[in-house]
C-alpha cells in the first residue's frame, strides 16, 4: 500500500508526495508538527498541515533569505533571525565571517529539537559559538531589544497560528526600532498567485516606516505556487546599489553575485502589487 502527504494549499489546489516514513508527529504547545521521510523531497518539515522545508530544496529558501540581506548591509555584525527554528537560515549567516553574533528566536522549542535530530543536514550550525538560540515569542524580543541589530530576518510561517502577529504593522514598526541606525531587514511575504493581498498589505506597511522597500522572488518548488516572494526594509542601504563585482563567491546553490540584483526583477503582475 502506497502512503501520500497531500498540503491542502487552497480550498481547491494541494500538493502530494509518496511518503517512506513518518519520523514523529507531536502537538506542541503551539502546532501541529510532523517530519516525515519522502520519496521525491526527503525528509519534509510540516506544521500544522503546511510544508515548511525540505531535504531537496531547502537551500533555495534560507539562502535567500540570507545572503541578499547581508550583502546590502556593508558590515552586518549582530543578526537577529526570527522564527526558523529548523536552522537553514541561521546556516546560511554562518557563511557570513563578519558575523559575530547571530540570535535565533522561535515560539516553539520542539521545531528546534526535532530539526537537530532528524534534519541535520539544515540545522547543523545551531550549536556554532557564534549562535545564541532563544526558545521565546519573537515580537517581544523585537520590542525588548532597541538599537540592537544590522540585519533581522523573519523566516515565519505563513500568518496562522502564532505567526499572525509577524506579519503586522506593529511588528515591523518594532523592527524598524530594534535595528542600528543603518540596518537592514527581509521577511519572507508568501506567494503572489494565492496571497495577493498579504503581498499588497505587508509592501504598504513597510513603506510607511522604511525609506527604502524592494521585494524579489526565488522559486520554491514544494510552496504554495513555487513562485515565492520576500520583502526587504532597509535604513539606508539599497540592494540594488550593491556592486556585485565585490560579492564574493560562496558556497550556496541558488542565490550568486548574478543573482543579486537580477532576483529583483519582477513579474509584472507581482510589480503590480507593490505600486
Known sequence: MELWYTEKQTENYGITAKIRETLVTEKTEFQDLAIIDTVEFGRMLVLDGMVMTTEKDEFVYH????????????????????????GGVIREVMKHPNVEKAVLVDIDGKVIEYSKKFLPSIAGELDNPRVEVLVNDGYMHIHDHKNAYDVIMVDSTEPVGPAV?????????????????????????????????????????????????????ANIPTYPSGLWT??????????????????????????????????????????????
Open 63 to 86: 539562502e535567500m533569505v540570507a545572503h541578499p540581506a547581508l550583502y546590502t548591509h556593508p558590515n552586518p555584525k549582530h543578526v537577529l533571525v526570527v522564527g526558523g527554528g529548523d
Open 165 to 217: 502577529e509577524l506579519f503586522s504593522r506593529g511588528f515591523y514598526q518594532g523592527i524598524y526600532e530594534s535595528l542600528k541606525e543603518d540596518g537592514t531587514f527581509v521577511a519572507q511575504t508568501d506567494n503572489p498567485w494565492f496571497k495577493a493581498d498579504l503581498i499588497r498589505n505587508v509592501n504598504r506597511d513597510v513603506k510607511e516606516i522604511f525609506p527604502i522597500v524592494r521585494v524579489y522572488c
Open 230 to 275: 520576500f520583502t526587504m526594509g532597509s535604513k539606508k542601504y539599497d540592494p540594488l546599489q550593491v556592486d556585485e563585482t565585490k560579492i564574493p563567491e560562496i558556497d550556496t546553490k541558488y542565490y550568486s553575485p548574478r543573482l543579486h540584483k537580477a532576483a529583483f526583477v519582477l513579474p509584472k503582475f507581482v510589480e503590480d502589487l507593490c505600486k
